[in-house]
């Protein structure tokens, strides 16, 4: 009985050792780099790896909860101390980005979000856009903002930047065009 009690506590411990270095190494190297990295950061054999995560869809659904509630506690803080809206989607989006340039989980599941809407590596994305969508509402409601921009229009932006960070033969100064587009239509008037 004792045995299978320290088999148990072992198997946490390596699911424990697996997460953390699989969030070091997919911060370090993306979320592509390999499995053997990780299992050797932690420790652990490639057979131990695999015996708790088939594939690397498991384990990144495993520890997307983690990513996307990390984030969300960053972006809240990030606007909590905002009183204005435009302010606050102003905030929202800077620290998104921020977010995205250095969480490759976070994007990669941002990215996939437009690819495959149902995939568990996305739950949790909306209750993170959410925050922005209820900012750009707030702007809406107060008259700070056009209403030409859309909800769609604030996802497509973030979407365009996981796509740029994502894609190594993206154009130079790319960043730059997304930035205008957000300073563009942070400046719209009201109609």
């Not at 190494?25 to 390999?34: C, H, I, K, T, W």
């Not at 057979?47 to 506690?73: F, H, K, V």
Request: net charge negative; charged share 20%.
């Amino acid at each position: 009985m004792a045995r299978t009690a320290n088999s148990r506590k072992d198997a946490r411990g390596n699911t424990a050792k697996l997460h953390s270095a699989a969030l070091a190494v997919f911060a370090r190297l993306g979320v592509n780099a390999p499995l053997e990295v990780i299992a050797k950061e932690a420790g652990v054999s490639i057979g131990t790896l695999y015996n708790r995560y088939a594939t690397r869809e498991e384990l990144l659904e495993a520890l997307m909860p983690d990513a996307i509630a990390q984030a969300t506690s960053t972006l809240t803080a990030a606007i909590e101390n905002s009183t204005d809206p435009k302010e606050g989607l102003e905030l929202f989006l800077n620290t998104m980005m921020d977010l995205q340039r250095t969480d490759s989980m976070l994007n990669a599941a941002l990215h996939a979000l437009s690819v495959t809407p149902d995939s568990t590596n996305t739950e949790g994305c909306d209750e993170l856009l959410e925050i922005g969508y209820q900012l750009l509402d707030q702007c809406h409601a107060t008259g700070v903002l056009s209403a030409d921009f859309r909800r769609q229009d604030l996802f497509n932006i973030l979407w365009l930047f996981s796509k740029g960070i994502c894609d190594r033969n993206a154009p130079s100064d790319w960043e730059r065009t997304v930035q205008l587009m957000i300073t563009s239509a942070l400046a719209q008037q009201p109609a």
